[in-house]
């Protein structure tokens, strides 16, 4: 079967650093994206990894590493606005969208 | 108006009443999704529409139907609904069906609750 693993829930401070993992056993892989998911709002795009390495935008960035089928997300410089559950999604053989059940980040003053 | 919008943002219904969950997307994109999204649960693919055809329907329930007039607009209509049911229904739209290299964009959702 198909499967995406991101730790439930995770606590931060406010100014500090943060990595979010997600870990994925798929049919093919062509590509996996994170989004970001303010509580009672839409998801957003926030990467889009398609080859090994790193990939930064501003504060974050996201790492890919295809042959240990793992990838993740760091921020950077905390802000309480980052507070937000973030979904990490992969792009199977069919081109289907594989979703995680998403990371709780909690950030605290 | 930009985006995808959703309405309504909050619906409590009975299990014996119709309603209907409306979506719409300003982005000129040519598929769109229904998405259902239960507490601590990936996001659950419903129903895939490219060019105003249905082109993905992943076992679900007849009680949710779906409609697509136009591929600017998307419909779920919903009918004796059970207490499960009650969840985040989320919209979203790309350019191309594919999710390769291609982002989807989202609404913000309708919260449902079935009594």
């Known amino acids: 079967g198909q499967n995406i693993d991101q730790p439930t829930e995770m606590t931060a401070t406010e100014g500090a650093i943060v990595q979010i993992n997600c870990t994925y056993q798929t049919s093919g892989f062509n590509g996996l994206f994170w989004y970001q998911q303010h509580a009672g709002e839409a998801p957003t795009f926030l990467s889009y990894n398609v080859l090994d390495g790193l990939e930064e935008k501003g504060r974050f960035s996201s790492f890919l590493s295809r042959s240990k089928g793992y990838s993740y997300l760091l921020l950077k410089e905390l802000q309480m606005k980052d507070s937000a559950s973030y979904l990490c999604a992969v792009v199977d053989s069919n081109y289907q969208l594989i979703w995680g059940a998403g990371t709780k980040l909690i950030i605290k003053p | 108006e930009t985006g995808v919008t959703q309405t309504p943002r909050h619906l409590v219904m009975g299990m014996t009443n119709k309603k209907s969950l409306k979506c719409e997307q300003h982005?000129?994109?040519?598929?769109m999704y229904w998405y259902k999204q239960s507490a601590k649960k990936p996001l659950e693919l419903m129903f895939v529409?490219?060019?105003?055809?249905?082109?993905e329907n992943n076992s679900v329930p007849s009680r949710f139907s779906p409609e697509c007039p136009n591929s600017s607009h998307l419909f779920l209509h919903l009918h004796t609904l059970q207490p499960e049911d009650s969840a985040l229904y989320l919209c979203?739209?790309?350019?191309?069906?594919?999710?390769?290299?291609?982002?989807?964009?989202f609404g913000p959702g309708t919260r449902l609750t079935v009594l």
């Open positions: 982005l000129g994109h040519n598929a």
């Open positions: 979203a739209s790309s350019q191309e069906e594919s999710a390769l290299y291609n982002e989807q964009f």
């Open positions: 529409y490219n060019f105003k055809e249905q082109t």
